[in-house]
């Protein structure tokens, strides 16, 4: 019975042993099984992600920080992860104890690992230049709205070298600078006058650093460009020129924190084949603000006579419907106002219970085609018909206008002639 407790009792330990050793490549989101390299890129991530200076007030991504911290001090040096493996928390915190190992803070092991201060934009860390993109977006998209993704070509840290540039690991500090990126040297001017210059070394390029086994993947260069996919999501009603920014996106280096990527949204022409397989007549709307602009294009008798309609399909595939009575006229150059088919006026909390979508209006020009000739019998249709009520209730322009009705010319040797 005792060695029955005793073997239950081992199979408990056991058990909970297993489970912590899981722990802690769980918070770095890796198998057992990973490698230094998964381990760095993992840590890399999310100690940016969920640092305090990108979170700031909030204590859920600051305890995140902590444990992302505690998981790679434990996982990344061999002895410990060893340790770890067998004998989980527990095991780490005897040999801590013991004085085989020491707790770090976890902003001085972020500090170490990207080679600066351990907070972002300040206090030691050189930041990078921001990089900015510009983005082709359809006038369908701004309508709508749209979670879509790009591609550009952004500078990453040599994931084979880890940043360092060396394919063994080891980098020397220059010999012709004595690690300090810069040579200076004496130039004489005039017996006892001597002027010194600064330049940068050439054998490290400014480093201090040298490398003799160069890595593979980047030829020593630390870093180099790859496409990288960024997710993008346009919001409804969102301004034509809107900058998005991404923080810490931009190019990286093993020498400065990551600038800001900052895509700005530019509207681009309508394509008929890509941005419009719905065949919808709101892709030729122009916009204006809030506001969109449209031309109706009707004929004479449709301008003169009225009865007509007409189906516009908006942006988001809806009827917006035009029309006219028999008997109502429209003047060529007429702008009607749509009250409310214009752009969704972009708002921070969209369509939810805190926010109702306002929207634009639309302004729809008409533009009147008068035939370029008429058959014969119509013509004289018309011309009898137009006589009739012109005499009636015409309106005889030229005699209202005041114009005189002959012009003559007058020239210099006194005589006049009849204008031709």
Known sequence: M???????????????????????YKVLGIDKHASDKQIKSAYRQLSKKFHP??????????????????????????ESRKIYDQYGHEG?????????????????????????GGHFGGH????????????????????????TEFQWDKQQICEECDGTGSA???????????????????HQLAPGMFQQIQTQCDQCGGRGKVIKHKC???????????????????????????????????????????????VTLTEKEPDLEQDNPDRVDGVFFRRKGDDLFWKEVISLREAWMGDWERNITHLDGHIVKLGRKRGEVIQFGHVERVQGE?????HEDGDSVYHNTEFGNLYVEYVVVIPDQMESGMEKDFWALFEKWRKKVGVDLHADSGRPDKVEVHLEDGQSHDEL
């Open 2 to 24: 005792f060695l029955k407790g005793a073997a239950l009792l081992l199979l408990i330990v056991l058990i909970q042993v297993a489970l912590c050793a899981e722990d802690f």
């Open 53 to 78: 200076d990108k979170n700031p007030g909030d204590e859920t991504a600051k305890e995140k920080f902590v444990e992302v911290s505690e998981a790679y001090e434990a996982l990344s040096d061999p």
């Open 92 to 116: 780490l915190k005897q040999r801590q104890q013991g004085g085989g190992g020491h707790h770090h803070d976890p902003f001085d092991l972020f500090s170490r690992f990207f080679g600066g």
């Open 124 to 147: 030691g860390v050189r930041r990078g230049p921001n990089v900015e993109v510009k983005l082709g977006v359809s006038l369908r998209d701004f309508y709508n709205g749209r979670t």
């Open 168 to 186: 063994d690991g080891v980098v020397e500090t220059c010999g012709h600078c004595g690690g300090h990126g810069v040579r200076i040297t004496k």
């Open 216 to 262: 593979p993947v980047c030829q020593g260069q630390r870093v180099l460009r790859r496409p990288t996919t960024v997710q993008l999501t346009v919001e409804r009603g969102s301004a034509r020129d809107m900058k998005l920014v991404y923080e810490n996106e931009a190019d990286a280096s093993p020498d400065y924190e990551a600038g800001d990527l900052i």
């Open 342 to 346: 214009g752009m969704p006026k972009w």
